[in-house]
């Protein structure tokens, strides 16, 4: 049986009567670089987040990357993030000249702890950008306490995690800046690369505009040096017909979630020896990926490929330790939560469309692997 990590084809089989005519209705305006079909997709992200304003960009890490220009972050400052993410969130401080400061992580939710934040707050301290990872929030009001009291922006990295929720409030909501990617491997993808920054302050929102359009406002008169970051409107449209699917596709991921933990117990493959599961500390996790922690990993994921079955690990090396950021003076040992959650994790099929015939292969396949 074949087990992709992810299935788009299943997915665009059920909505594919809905995007074909909201693309085409694009290719008969002509209308490809912002216009309605941006705005109306804005409008729809923001009520979606229970946030005043969202502004569309490129990609999700232009979305970080146009949050700390309008704070006007750079040389000589420093932000505090997770180590154990995706590369632009930490190459998108680098890329602004400003220095990240990593935070380890908790073992549990793979989150940045709050606990370690305060001690790497120095004159330098500009920002916070907690990552809600594979799905599952951030503690954002010790996060929200800690930057108050230091009077520090915070910019919610929630690429992976639209429509999850921490204590009924939704992810970019609760800080000054919301950013997420609509990369097509996301829970909320697009048909290539696109992003959105959302936010409750109207000067930050009209900023961000300005920003993302070559800091041109009105035409042809630049008040402040931006980019290309506009949001294309075939992604738009795109993006505004499977984000009534959201939630639907929430719940079934969640499901998913839920069906591997029975079937895991079922199969008695839980032990500090072969698979612990990922826990749901926190109510509102969408599980963007569904992430084991494995003994003798490497081997397990050859194993599950030979087998036909997707699998990845997210991430093999944490940020402190890439060759790129060696400058900053890391080293082995630094953060060992993330060290090792990079030397255990491994990401497992969880999408919405995933067959009960599918997740029973996948741990049966598994249970094999340490039986042998």
């Not at 299935?7 to 005519?21: G, H, M, R, S, W």
């Not at 040389?75 to 000249?97: C, K, L, M, N, Q």
């Not at 609760?174 to 909320?188: A, E, R, V, W």
Request: proline content about 5%; glycine content about 8%.
């Amino acid at each position: 049986m074949q087990v992709p990590l992810l299935d788009l084809k299943a997915q665009y089989q059920t909505i594919k009567d809905e995007i074909q005519p909201a693309v085409l209705d694009l290719f008969e305006k002509q209308m490809f670089v912002l216009g309605p079909a941006v705005q109306a997709c804005e409008a729809s992200i923001a009520d979606y987040c229970g946030c005043g304003y969202a502004c569309g960009v490129t990609s999700g890490t232009d979305a970080l990357l146009i949050s700390l220009m309008a704070e006007c972050i750079g040389p000589g400052d420093e932000v505090i993030t997770s180590p154990y993410t995706f590369f632009a969130t930490a190459g998108s401080i680098w890329r602004t000249g400003a220095k990240p400061v990593f935070v380890d992580i908790l073992p549990d939710t793979f989150n940045i702890n709050p606990a370690l934040i305060e001690e790497k707050i120095t004159d330098r301290t500009r920002a916070i950008m907690p990552v809600h990872l594979y799905g599952q929030m951030a503690d954002m009001d010790e996060i929200m306490k800690i930057a108050e009291k230091h009077d520090l922006v915070v910019i919610e990295d929630a690429a992976q995690a639209i429509g999850a929720t921490y204590k009924g409030r939704a992810a970019g909501s609760i800080s000054h800046y919301g950013c997420f990617s609509f990369f097509p491997s996301k829970n909320l993808g697009g048909a290539g690369d696109g992003g959105m920054v959302v936010t409750n302050s109207r000067q930050r929102a009209e900023k961000l505009q300005i920003l993302r359009n070559h800091g041109m406002e009105p035409k042809y008169y630049h008040k402040l040096i931006g980019g290309n970051f506009r949001l294309d409107a075939i992604q738009a449209a795109v993006i505004s017909v499977k984000l009534r699917h959201l939630n639907e596709w929430a719940e079934g991921r969640r499901a998913n979630a839920d069906r591997y933990q029975k079937l895991f117990q079922d199969a008695g493959s839980l032990d500090d020896e072969k698979v612990t599961l990922p826990p749901r500390v926190l109510e509102g996790h969408v599980f963007n990926q569904y992430v084991i922690r494995a003994g003798r990993r490497d081997e397990l994921m050859q194993y599950l490929k030979n087998a036909q079955i997707g699998c990845d690990i997210y991430y093999p090396v944490p940020l402190h330790l890439q060759e790129c950021f060696e400058p900053l003076g890391y080293r082995t040992g630094d953060l060992p939560e993330s060290e090792k959650a990079a030397a255990e994790t491994l990401a497992l099929p969880v999408y919405a469309e995933l067959s009960n015939e599918q997740a029973e292969y996948v741990v049966e396949t598994i249970s094999s692997f340490y039986r042998s």
